[in-house]
Protein backbone atom coordinates (compact mmCIF):
# COMPACT_ATOMS: atom_id res chain seq x y z
CA UNK A 1 0.00 0.00 0.00
CA UNK A 2 1.48 3.81 -0.78
CA UNK A 3 0.58 7.21 1.58
CA UNK A 4 -1.75 9.41 -0.62
CA UNK A 5 -0.34 13.22 -0.13
CA UNK A 6 -1.06 16.17 -2.37
CA UNK A 7 2.66 16.59 -2.43
CA UNK A 8 5.99 14.77 -1.74
CA UNK A 9 8.89 16.63 -1.11
CA UNK A 10 12.37 14.50 -2.02
CA UNK A 11 15.58 16.22 0.40
CA UNK A 12 15.11 18.05 3.77
CA UNK A 13 17.80 20.94 3.68
CA UNK A 14 16.87 24.40 3.60
CA UNK A 15 14.68 24.24 0.19
CA UNK A 16 12.78 21.26 1.16
CA UNK A 17 11.74 22.09 4.77
CA UNK A 18 10.92 26.01 3.45
CA UNK A 19 8.33 24.68 0.59
CA UNK A 20 7.04 21.55 3.83
CA UNK A 21 6.35 24.66 6.20
CA UNK A 22 4.45 26.89 3.27
CA UNK A 23 2.63 23.42 2.43
CA UNK A 24 1.50 22.72 5.99
CA UNK A 25 0.51 26.26 6.47
CA UNK A 26 -1.84 25.98 3.40
CA UNK A 27 -3.01 22.64 4.63
CA UNK A 28 -1.88 20.44 1.99
CA UNK A 29 -0.88 16.84 2.89
CA UNK A 30 3.23 16.45 2.09
CA UNK A 31 5.92 14.33 2.95
CA UNK A 32 9.69 15.27 3.15
CA UNK A 33 11.76 12.01 2.64
CA UNK A 34 15.20 12.90 3.50
CA UNK A 35 18.24 11.31 3.02
CA UNK A 36 20.21 13.26 5.90
CA UNK A 37 23.09 14.50 3.17
CA UNK A 38 21.83 18.14 2.96
CA UNK A 39 25.56 20.29 1.72
CA UNK A 40 24.15 22.31 4.57
CA UNK A 41 25.21 20.41 7.11
CA UNK A 42 28.98 21.36 6.35
CA UNK A 43 28.70 24.93 7.13
CA UNK A 44 30.94 25.85 10.36
CA UNK A 45 29.09 29.08 10.33
CA UNK A 46 27.19 30.96 8.34
CA UNK A 47 27.47 34.60 8.76
CA UNK A 48 25.19 35.29 5.18
CA UNK A 49 22.28 33.57 6.06
CA UNK A 50 19.39 36.35 6.57
CA UNK A 51 17.97 36.40 10.37
CA UNK A 52 21.14 35.34 11.93
CA UNK A 53 23.10 38.22 12.40
CA UNK A 54 25.48 36.71 14.56
CA UNK A 55 25.75 33.68 12.30
CA UNK A 56 24.35 30.23 12.19
CA UNK A 57 26.11 27.14 11.61
CA UNK A 58 24.13 24.75 8.90
CA UNK A 59 23.52 21.62 11.62
CA UNK A 60 22.03 24.50 13.76
CA UNK A 61 19.73 25.74 10.97
CA UNK A 62 18.78 22.47 9.59
CA UNK A 63 17.82 21.53 13.60
CA UNK A 64 15.90 25.19 13.51
CA UNK A 65 13.96 24.71 10.47
CA UNK A 66 13.15 20.86 10.88
CA UNK A 67 11.47 22.28 14.26
CA UNK A 68 9.79 24.78 12.17
CA UNK A 69 8.38 22.29 9.87
CA UNK A 70 7.30 19.71 12.60
CA UNK A 71 5.54 22.86 14.47
CA UNK A 72 2.99 22.67 11.39
CA UNK A 73 2.82 18.48 11.29
CA UNK A 74 4.76 17.95 8.88
CA UNK A 75 5.63 14.25 8.08
CA UNK A 76 9.61 13.95 7.78
CA UNK A 77 10.93 10.61 7.09
CA UNK A 78 14.20 9.47 6.96
CA UNK A 79 14.87 7.74 4.07
CA UNK A 80 16.49 7.38 0.58
CA UNK A 81 14.29 7.87 -2.58
CA UNK A 82 14.99 5.43 -4.89
CA UNK A 83 12.41 5.98 -7.89
CA UNK A 84 10.04 8.12 -9.00
CA UNK A 85 7.35 7.01 -11.51
CA UNK A 86 4.70 8.82 -13.50
CA UNK A 87 1.30 7.99 -13.19
CA UNK A 88 -1.88 8.58 -14.43
CA UNK A 89 -2.66 11.07 -11.78
CA UNK A 90 0.48 11.92 -10.33
CA UNK A 91 3.70 10.11 -9.30
CA UNK A 92 4.89 6.79 -7.31
CA UNK A 93 7.86 7.16 -4.98
CA UNK A 94 9.47 4.22 -3.71
CA UNK A 95 12.42 4.11 -1.09
CA UNK A 96 12.81 0.31 0.38
CA UNK A 97 9.33 -1.41 1.31
CA UNK A 98 7.65 2.34 1.35
CA UNK A 99 5.77 3.76 -1.36
CA UNK A 100 4.11 7.53 -1.64
CA UNK A 101 1.25 8.34 -4.07
CA UNK A 102 2.09 12.10 -4.75
CA UNK A 103 0.04 14.05 -7.36
CA UNK A 104 2.61 16.71 -7.00
CA UNK A 105 6.32 16.18 -6.30
CA UNK A 106 8.99 18.94 -5.19
CA UNK A 107 12.74 17.55 -6.11
CA UNK A 108 15.05 19.53 -3.30
CA UNK A 109 17.47 16.51 -3.55
CA UNK A 110 20.63 19.43 -3.81
CA UNK A 111 23.81 18.50 -5.00
CA UNK A 112 26.73 16.31 -3.29
CA UNK A 113 30.19 18.10 -3.33
CA UNK A 114 32.94 15.95 -4.54
CA UNK A 115 35.27 16.11 -1.81
CA UNK A 116 38.87 15.74 -1.35
CA UNK A 117 39.53 11.89 -0.99
CA UNK A 118 41.07 12.44 2.91
CA UNK A 119 40.50 11.10 5.83
CA UNK A 120 40.68 14.64 7.24
CA UNK A 121 38.39 16.22 5.00
CA UNK A 122 35.61 17.24 7.57
CA UNK A 123 37.78 18.08 10.21
CA UNK A 124 39.41 20.58 7.79
CA UNK A 125 35.61 21.86 6.77
CA UNK A 126 35.05 21.98 10.56
CA UNK A 127 38.31 24.83 11.41
CA UNK A 128 37.78 26.78 8.01
CA UNK A 129 40.82 24.96 6.99
CA UNK A 130 39.15 23.92 3.42
CA UNK A 131 35.81 25.84 2.70
CA UNK A 132 33.16 24.85 0.24
CA UNK A 133 31.72 27.98 -1.08
CA UNK A 134 33.26 31.12 -1.81
CA UNK A 135 29.83 33.59 -2.14
CA UNK A 136 29.07 32.47 1.02
CA UNK A 137 32.43 33.02 3.14
CA UNK A 138 35.06 34.88 1.04
CA UNK A 139 34.24 37.45 3.12
CA UNK A 140 35.07 35.90 6.18
CA UNK A 141 38.94 34.42 4.54
CA UNK A 142 39.58 37.98 3.66
CA UNK A 143 43.30 38.88 3.52
CA UNK A 144 44.16 35.12 4.35
CA UNK A 145 46.32 33.17 1.84
CA UNK A 146 43.96 31.36 -0.36
CA UNK A 147 44.81 28.11 -2.51
CA UNK A 148 42.16 26.90 -5.02
CA UNK A 149 42.63 22.92 -5.79
CA UNK A 150 40.83 21.33 -8.52
CA UNK A 151 41.46 20.75 -11.90
CA UNK A 152 43.32 23.18 -13.97
CA UNK A 153 40.28 23.91 -16.20
CA UNK A 154 38.27 26.84 -14.67
CA UNK A 155 40.71 27.85 -12.11
CA UNK A 156 41.71 31.57 -13.25
CA UNK A 157 37.31 31.91 -13.05
CA UNK A 158 37.46 30.85 -9.10
CA UNK A 159 40.64 32.72 -8.43
CA UNK A 160 39.45 36.20 -10.19
CA UNK A 161 36.62 36.30 -7.56
CA UNK A 162 38.88 35.37 -4.83
CA UNK A 163 41.30 38.20 -5.79
CA UNK A 164 39.25 40.50 -4.82
CA UNK A 165 38.87 39.26 -1.21
CA UNK A 166 43.25 38.77 -0.76
CA UNK A 167 46.45 39.68 -2.61
CA UNK A 168 47.63 36.46 -1.67
CA UNK A 169 45.65 33.77 -4.34
CA UNK A 170 47.27 30.26 -5.21
CA UNK A 171 46.19 27.90 -8.10
CA UNK A 172 46.94 24.35 -6.98
CA UNK A 173 45.86 22.24 -10.29
CA UNK A 174 44.97 18.75 -9.39
CA UNK A 175 45.60 17.31 -12.75
CA UNK A 176 47.50 19.43 -15.19
CA UNK A 177 49.76 22.57 -15.16
CA UNK A 178 47.74 25.49 -16.06
CA UNK A 179 47.28 26.08 -20.21
CA UNK A 180 49.77 29.08 -21.38
CA UNK A 181 46.82 31.30 -22.25
CA UNK A 182 45.22 30.47 -18.03
CA UNK A 183 49.01 30.77 -16.74
CA UNK A 184 48.82 34.31 -18.85
CA UNK A 185 45.51 35.22 -17.12
CA UNK A 186 46.59 34.40 -13.19
CA UNK A 187 49.60 36.26 -13.89
CA UNK A 188 47.29 39.31 -15.10
CA UNK A 189 45.36 38.90 -12.05
CA UNK A 190 48.50 38.37 -9.80
CA UNK A 191 47.59 35.34 -9.02
CA UNK A 192 50.16 31.68 -8.60
CA UNK A 193 50.11 28.63 -9.66
CA UNK A 194 52.32 26.10 -8.32
CA UNK A 195 53.00 22.81 -10.44
CA UNK A 196 50.43 19.97 -10.31
CA UNK A 197 50.83 16.69 -8.86
CA UNK A 198 51.27 17.58 -5.13
CA UNK A 199 49.36 16.71 -2.19
CA UNK A 200 46.89 18.45 0.06
CA UNK A 201 47.88 17.33 3.75
CA UNK A 202 46.35 18.71 7.41
CA UNK A 203 48.17 19.92 10.09
CA UNK A 204 44.96 19.90 12.57
CA UNK A 205 44.75 23.55 12.24
CA UNK A 206 45.65 24.90 8.05
CA UNK A 207 46.09 22.54 4.98
CA UNK A 208 49.62 22.05 3.51
CA UNK A 209 50.53 21.93 -0.19
CA UNK A 210 53.32 19.15 -0.77
CA UNK A 211 54.64 19.84 -4.04
CA UNK A 212 56.22 16.56 -6.31
CA UNK A 213 60.02 17.78 -5.51
CA UNK A 214 59.26 17.93 -1.61
CA UNK A 215 58.56 21.77 -1.36
CA UNK A 216 55.98 22.30 0.95
CA UNK A 217 53.17 25.81 0.87
CA UNK A 218 50.87 26.55 3.79
CA UNK A 219 47.72 27.73 3.47
CA UNK A 220 45.16 29.88 5.84
CA UNK A 221 42.41 28.58 3.33
CA UNK A 222 41.69 25.99 0.41
CA UNK A 223 38.79 25.96 -1.59
CA UNK A 224 38.35 22.73 -3.35
CA UNK A 225 36.84 22.82 -6.86
CA UNK A 226 36.22 19.09 -7.75
CA UNK A 227 32.36 19.29 -8.94
CA UNK A 228 29.65 17.35 -7.96
CA UNK A 229 27.37 14.68 -7.92
CA UNK A 230 23.83 15.28 -8.85
CA UNK A 231 20.95 13.11 -8.53
CA UNK A 232 20.10 12.29 -12.44
CA UNK A 233 19.01 8.50 -11.54
CA UNK A 234 16.02 9.48 -10.45
CA UNK A 235 14.65 11.11 -13.46
CA UNK A 236 14.45 8.46 -15.97
CA UNK A 237 11.14 7.23 -14.67
CA UNK A 238 9.64 10.66 -14.95
CA UNK A 239 11.02 11.20 -18.67
CA UNK A 240 13.47 13.39 -17.84
CA UNK A 241 17.25 12.71 -18.99
CA UNK A 242 20.07 11.64 -16.15
CA UNK A 243 22.54 13.69 -17.76
CA UNK A 244 20.43 16.42 -17.89
CA UNK A 245 22.82 17.98 -15.77
CA UNK A 246 20.83 21.09 -13.93
CA UNK A 247 17.44 21.18 -14.12
CA UNK A 248 15.66 24.28 -16.29
CA UNK A 249 12.23 25.12 -14.35
CA UNK A 250 9.78 27.52 -15.42
CA UNK A 251 8.93 30.94 -13.37
CA UNK A 252 6.95 28.72 -11.06
CA UNK A 253 9.61 26.08 -10.71
CA UNK A 254 7.81 23.81 -12.33
CA UNK A 255 10.16 21.12 -15.03
CA UNK A 256 9.02 20.71 -18.33
CA UNK A 257 6.85 17.58 -16.89
CA UNK A 258 3.64 18.89 -15.31
CA UNK A 259 3.29 18.42 -11.56
CA UNK A 260 7.16 17.87 -10.92
CA UNK A 261 8.84 20.78 -9.39
CA UNK A 262 12.94 21.63 -8.68
CA UNK A 263 14.14 23.79 -5.87
CA UNK A 264 17.67 24.37 -4.41
CA UNK A 265 20.97 23.43 -5.57
CA UNK A 266 19.78 21.00 -8.27
CA UNK A 267 18.60 24.27 -10.27
CA UNK A 268 20.44 26.39 -12.81
CA UNK A 269 21.77 29.19 -11.05
CA UNK A 270 23.06 30.51 -7.53
CA UNK A 271 23.47 28.45 -5.18
CA UNK A 272 22.63 29.93 -2.13
CA UNK A 273 20.44 29.32 1.06
CA UNK A 274 18.59 32.20 0.73
CA UNK A 275 17.87 31.18 -3.04
CA UNK A 276 16.74 28.26 -1.78
CA UNK A 277 13.79 29.72 0.38
CA UNK A 278 12.61 31.55 -2.37
CA UNK A 279 12.47 29.34 -4.45
CA UNK A 280 10.77 27.07 -2.20
CA UNK A 281 8.18 29.72 -1.50
CA UNK A 282 7.53 30.23 -5.21
CA UNK A 283 6.55 26.48 -5.95
CA UNK A 284 4.75 25.71 -2.64
CA UNK A 285 2.58 28.76 -3.52
CA UNK A 286 2.17 27.37 -7.10
CA UNK A 287 1.23 24.20 -6.07
CA UNK A 288 -0.96 24.74 -3.58
CA UNK A 289 -2.68 27.14 -6.24
CA UNK A 290 -3.59 24.28 -8.87
CA UNK A 291 -4.38 22.07 -5.99
CA UNK A 292 -8.14 21.42 -5.67
CA UNK A 293 -10.20 23.65 -3.37
CA UNK A 294 -10.47 22.56 -0.34
CA UNK A 295 -12.59 24.22 1.44
CA UNK A 296 -12.91 24.92 5.45
CA UNK A 297 -15.98 23.46 7.13
Known sequence: MAD??????????????TAATYLRRFLRSCVVIDAGNSRARYIPESHNCPGFPQGVSGREL?????????????????????????????????????????????????????????????????????RLCAVCDAYEARDQHIGIHGPADGLVGH?????????????????????????????????????????????GERCHYRAADGSDEVFDTVYPY????????????????????????????????PGLYAIGDIVSGLNQISVAFGQAA??????????PLLPRD
Open 4 to 17: QVDVAIIGGGPAGL
Open 62 to 130: LAKMRAQAGTFDADIVEARVERIEATGDGFRLSAGDRHWDARNVILATGLADRLPDVPWCEDAIACGAL
Open 159 to 203: ARFLRAYSPQVTLLPSDRDLADEDAAQAQELGVRALPAGGTLEFD
Open 226 to 257: LGYEGHGDLLTGVGLDANEGDLRVDPHQQTRV
Open 282 to 291: VAATHVHNNL
